[in-house]
């Protein structure tokens, strides 16, 4: 089984707003250079999931692991990103795709997250 990683992000009109995406995409694929690794967005950006996913199958993913990079499980993530996931299913059968919770729900990034916020603001120092 090859599996890929498909990171889902909202998207902007700046193209500024998506660099800590792309940062955290270029790590993922540093370090684990063997996985196909694609960005997709769900609005004004490219690609949507639809392209992302088409190039992981195509670069022969049969898992695709969608890790939306949210804070939190808001409408998006609740409403708009399910059908957009079964959709992807759909379009490749004999892939697995698998959808995880929001990552800023996650401990070690909510730990991560806290733990420079304090550095920020001067604590600890």
């Not at 004999?94 to 401990?107: C, D, Q, S, T």
Request: negative net charge; glycine residues 8%.
């Amino acid at each position: 089984m090859k599996s890929a990683i498909l990171l889902f992000a909202h998207g902007a009109r700046d193209a500024r707003w998506a660099e800590p995406f792309q940062a955290i995409a270029d790590r993922v694929r540093r370090a684990d250079p063997g996985r196909p690794v694609e960005l997709a967005f769900l609005e004004i950006m490219s690609p949507d999931i639809h392209a992302a996913a088409r190039h992981l199958v195509a670069a022969g993913a049969t898992r695709v692991d969608v890790v939306p990079l949210f804070l939190g499980s808001g409408g998006h993530l609740r409403q708009d990103l399910p059908p957009l996931v079964e959709a992807v299913r759909s379009a490749h059968a004999g892939v697995e795709v698998r959808l995880h919770a929001a990552i800023g729900e996650n401990v070690d990034v909510i730990d991560v997250m806290s733990r420079a916020i304090l550095s920020l603001a001067g604590f600890g120092e």
